[in-house]
């Protein structure tokens, strides 16, 4: 019973927080909470990272055992794993530190994606020294049945670096001509002159 408060119910306490999009599971170890969520979600894709040898062997074994097509087992260190593809969820569960999850993982999740990350206790102490590029969204606490000892989901997502006068992130107008002035400042041929944004003051409140 302990296997399936602990480890089953436990992974899968995380299924209504993982959105659409293939799924990278950090550090998976025995295939938990992949292998559990890919049952799941069995028209979602997720890939189960892991370096040791002798875990990602019983990974692959029990994806064939179960027929699950939709997982893909990966045996590499995370900072060796390619960059070109880019995950909608990187999830882990036990792996590492906050700052060192993002750190190792971080760049491979999607600008528009999410970063999951499982813990016990609520971690201040992790929360605190989170590196720069990323936002909490929310700390979640969990409920397992049969499972008295705390469990949280952190979402962490990127931090979005805007591109260009966006509303949604730059907001009122004086902001949008401030960013065409710093980017006529910049440009190499100088061929666009725009005037220096007017103080903020003359822009009517709204």
Known sequence: ????????LDGLAVLPYL?????LDVGAGAGLPG????????????????????????????VID????NVNVVQQRVEALPTKKKYATVISRAFASLADMLTLAGHLCRP????????????TAELQA??????LQAVIPL??????????LVHIVPTKSPSGPVVGIWGKPEN???YLWEKSLQSPTRKVVLPRPRPASIWPRR
């Open 66 to 69: 179960l027929g699950l097509r």
């Open 35 to 62: 292998i559990p969520l890919a049952i799941m979600r069995p028209d979602q894709e997720f890939t189960l990272l892991g370096s040791n040898a002798k875990k990602t062997r019983f990974m692959r074994q029990a």
């Open 176 to 178: 949008w001509i401030e």
């Open 19 to 23: 959105g659409e999009g293939p799924v």
């Open 130 to 135: 989170l590196p720069a590029g990323f936002t």
């Open 1 to 8: 019973s302990q296997m399936v408060t602990h480890h089953l």
């Open 143 to 152: 409920e397992i049945p049969g499972l008295e000892a705390q469990r949280h």
């Open 112 to 123: 528009s994606g999410a970063i999951l990350a499982m813990k016990g206790e609520y971690p």
